[in-house]
């Protein structure tokens, strides 16, 4: 896995989100989660990183 520095890239546009989802691949709040979804989009909307795990 990637680490990034925040200040790495200070004038980056875009968004991070992360979704939660259970078991059954449902979407569900975080504390029902088990596993979910981190990803970084550009200003375009193009995907630039995405990260999935499991959430103990």
């Not at 709040?29 to 979910?36: E, G, K, L």
Request: hydrophobic share 35%; proline share 5%.
């Amino acid at each position: 896995m990637r680490k990034r520095d925040v200040d790495s890239s200070p004038n980056r546009l875009g968004r991070s989100e992360i979704r939660y989802f259970d078991n059954d691949l449902n979407p569900v709040p975080r504390d029902r989660a088990t596993w979910a979804v981190f990803r970084e989009v550009d200003e375009n909307g193009d995907l630039l990183f995405e990260a999935q795990g499991f959430i103990d």
